[in-house]
């Protein structure tokens, strides 16, 4: 088995990093190449992707590391622009290691396709119609994908709903259950939509308008828990006055306090949230899958009481470990869209060894949970700023004309001065080029 424990990686140079990816991974140089090529993708890959394609938009790959998922190692790809995320995720994730790592699961991955029936005259006999014939119309659209039929996909079920006010009035919403396997399901779960509604109109004498997957796809969850011993959480940092040191108790209390916040409070929940989709999208973007689904149903999911409330949970066990969950619908698929065109998403899912679907959701939210971890851990102890600011230091001297070693140099020079702003890295950078110069 890989190891997704790679000491000194973060300092290694880019070539070496790479190296030991692929030596930990069993990598081939192919493999490699979609991640080392500008976006992992060429202007021509990209033009049958999407309509009036000019060229490419690329975003930094990391790796997550130290990850174990159900008792396996994984090294996670993760797509993302903002400063400390993968270093957070991939410190958390070492804790985790300590207790055991990640417990995860997933429910059946079926998916939610919406029929809106409109100009119903009765709509409690339409509905028992419906009911009624339901094995009919679900054996019709068990035939609709002979193939997700074959894999052991299809129709599940159909349940009907009265939307008793809205600004047209009472309407009938028909949800068809669809099992999409290792798809995402949107196009499969779209055309099964599409091929039931005349039959849908014949039961219900009605209009059959909208035909569409719901993003809300609270019957394909994806749940992560982990403890974390308590003696792993205990550090010590430098402060303004000197060593501040931490308690394991201390940082476990201050987070469950600061998961409390959240758990109570909207305006805290929406940020607590973002922490997790740090993570979770991360991956989802990494692996070619649609990002723009999943923070929908994330946040649609956490709102379900009628209340915006936290997706993670964090409290103590009986031996004063704490215990992390995580739990929010997780529609991703391994086959079919950007995910077997993409050479980086290929790439991507190859160096997670990941063979279904249920895998893939398991991994991203483990991720999504240790993204949780770093951001309260950090925000309950020290603040956010002193990690996130070396890192964006790095981008402010870069975004100011830094280069090579100079970088580093600006940068570090900033944090020390605990000022990092554009008009001063600017005089960094003036100061060191007229030293270099005068060499
Ligand atoms: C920043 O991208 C994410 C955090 O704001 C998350 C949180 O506050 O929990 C640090």
């Avoid at 068990?142 to 074959?150: A, G, N, Q, T, V």
């Avoid at 709903?161 to 499969?188: K, Q, T």
């Avoid at 476990?252 to 993570?279: C, L, Q, S, V």
């Avoid at 770093?374 to 600011?389: P, V, W, Y």
Wanted: charged share 20%.
């Amino acid at each position: 088995m890989h190891t997704s424990r790679i000491a000194g990686f973060y300092n290694l140079p880019l070539d070496k990093r790479l190296a030991a990816l692929a030596d930990a991974a069993g990598l081939s140089a192919v493999d490699l190449a979609a991640f080392t090529l500008i976006g992992g993708l060429t202007p021509e890959q990209a033009d049958p992707m999407i309509e009036n394609a000019v060229g490419i938009h690329a975003l930094p790959l990391g790796i997550g590391l130290n990850f174990v998922v159900n008792g396996r190692d994984v090294l996670v790809p993760m797509a993302i622009e903002e400063p400390s995320v993968v270093a957070g995720a991939s410190f958390l994730a070492k804790l985790v290691r300590a207790g055991g790592g990640f417990q995860a699961e997933t429910t059946a991955p079926e998916m939610i396709g919406q029929m809106q029936v409109l100009d119903v005259k009765d709509l409690m006999t339409a509905s028992m119609k419906l009911l009624e014939h339901k094995d009919a119309l679900l054996a019709e659209a068990d035939e609709i994908d002979p193939l997700l039929k074959k894999l052991g996909g299809g129709a599940r079920d159909l349940e009907v709903r009265i939307i008793e006010e809205s600004p047209i009035g009472a309407f009938m919403v028909v949800h068809l259950i669809y099992d999409v396997r290792d798809a995402m399901g949107a196009n499969a779960v779209n055309t099964a939509c599409e091929k039931l509604a005349p039959r849908v109109e014949a039961f219900t004498s009605g209009r059959v308008h909208l035909r569409i997957l719901s993003n809300l796809a609270d019957r394909r969850l994806a749940r992560a828990r982990c403890v974390i011993p308590v003696k792993e959480l205990a550090f010590e940092t430098v402060g303004q006055n000197g060593i501040l040191s931490y308690t394991g108790e201390q940082v476990r209390d201050g987070i469950i306090e600061a998961w409390a916040f959240a758990a109570a409070d909207p305006y805290r929940a929406t940020t607590h949230n973002k922490g997790i989709m740090n993570g979770v999208d991360a991956v989802v973007i990494a692996t070619g899958n649609d990002w723009r689904a999943i923070e929908a149903g994330a946040h649609a999911y956490a709102a379900r009481s009628g209340r915006y409330t936290s997706l993670s949970m964090w409290s103590k066990d009986a031996d004063g470990n704490l215990t992390g969950s995580l739990e929010m619908p997780m529609a991703v698929g391994i086959v079919g869209g950007a995910t077997k065109v993409h050479p980086t998403a290929k790439a991507a899912l190859k160096l997670m060894g990941v063979k279904t679907a249920a895998e893939l959701a398991e991994i991203i939210v483990s991720v999504g949970l240790a993204q949780n971890l770093a951001a309260l851990r950090a925000l309950s102890t020290e603040g956010i700023q002193r990690g996130h600011m070396s890192l964006h230091a790095r981008q402010v001297a870069v975004a100011a004309g830094a280069t090579g070693d100079m970088i580093e140099k600006v940068a570090a020079q900033m944090v020390a001065e605990k000022m990092v702003r554009s008009d001063r890295a600017e005089e960094l950078v003036r100061e060191y080029n007229s030293t270099q110069v005068h060499k």
